[in-house]
C-alpha cells in the first residue's frame, strides 16, 4: 500500500541537541508538511513544500528548518531543542487542487 | 483568537447515542470544510469533507455548514465503541492543496 512513513516513531533529547525527523512517501503526492500536535492547540502547520525546490514556512516555523532531498523524502531539523518543542510532529502529504491530506503516523518528540 | 475553536471535550456517552461535534471560525474567506478522525497513536484520517454551506451524509455521519454562522458541526448518530477517537476539523479558503486550519480536536469515548 501506498504510504506515509516516519522516523523515529519516538525520541527522547536533551535541550541543545540537533535533531532531524525523517519522513517519507511512496504516494507520489508532490505536496509535503509538517505539523506538530500539542494538547489543547490541535495541529499546527509548520512548514510545507509544494515540490523539491518550493519551501514555504507555516504558522510557527521558528527553531526549526526543512529539506525537501527528492519528490517522496521531507526532513525537518530542530537546530538546536529546546523544552517547548516537546510534542507529537506529524508529517503529511497531498496532491495539487486538493485539500486531503494523508497523515504519518507520527513521532513522539521529548526535550528534556 | 484562534481561527478556527474546537470544543476539546473530553466527551463520553454511551453506545447507541446520537453526538454532535461542533466548530466555530472567524475567517468568513474559508469555504472547504474538513473532520479528520485521529485513533490513539496514529496520524489523522479525513472522515468528511464539504464545500460551502449545507448537509453531507455519509453512512451514520452528517457533515452540516452554516456559513452565516460560521459554524459547522459532525452528527454521529447510533455511535459506537469503534468511533472513540479525536475528531478534528479543519478549513481552507480554497481547494488548491494549501494550508489547512484545524481546531484544537475533541476526544470522544463510547461506552459500550
Known amino acids: 500500500d501506498a504510504d506515509v512513513t516516519q522516523t523515529p516513531r519516538n525520541r527522547i533529547t536533551k535541550t541543545g541537541k540537533r535533531i532531524m525527523l525523517e519522513c517519507s512517501q511512496t504516494k507520489g503526492h508532490d505536496r509535503m508538511y509538517w505539523y506538530r500536535q500539542d494538547p489543547g492547540l490541535g495541529l499546527r502547520l509548520i512548514y510545507y513544500?509544494?515540490?523539491?525546490?518550493?519551501?514555504n514556512k507555516g504558522e510557527i516555523s521558528d527553531g526549526y528548518s526543512v529539506s525537501r532531498q527528492a519528490q517522496a523524502k521531507f526532513s525537518l531539523s530542530l537546530e538546536s531543542a529546546i523544552p517547548n518543542q516537546t510534542a507529537l510532529y506529524f508529517c503529511?502529504?497531498?496532491?495539487?487542487?486538493?485539500?486531503?491530506?494523508?497523515f504519518g503516523p507520527g513521532t513522539r518528540l521529548t526535550v528534556l | 483568537q484562534k481561527e478556527v475553536e474546537q470544543d476539546p471535550g473530553p466527551l463520553s456517552v454511551p453506545e447507541g447515542a446520537i453526538v454532535s461535534l461542533n466548530c466555530t471560525y472567524s475567517?468568513?474567506?474559508?469555504?472547504?470544510f474538513m473532520w479528520y478522525r485521529q485513533y490513539s497513536r496514529k496520524g489523522p484520517e479525513l472522515l468528511m469533507y464539504?464545500?460551502?454551506?449545507g448537509n453531507k451524509e455519509d453512512g451514520r455521519f452528517t457533515a452540516q455548514v452554516d456559513k452565516s454562522s460560521k459554524y459547522i458541526s459532525l452528527f454521529i448518530r447510533d455511535s459506537q465503541p469503534s468511533d472513540s477517537a479525536t475528531y478534528l476539523c479543519?478549513?481552507?479558503?480554497?481547494?488548491?492543496?494549501?494550508?489547512?486550519?484545524f481546531g484544537q480536536g475533541t476526544e470522544l469515548s463510547v461506552k459500550p
Open positions: 479543519a478549513m481552507s479558503e480554497d481547494n488548491q492543496g494549501g494550508k489547512l486550519i
Open positions: 513544500s509544494f515540490d523539491v525546490k518550493d519551501i
Open positions: 475567517n468568513s474567506a474559508f469555504q472547504y
Open positions: 464539504t464545500y460551502s454551506s
Open positions: 503529511a502529504t497531498g496532491r495539487a487542487r486538493a485539500n486531503e491530506q494523508f
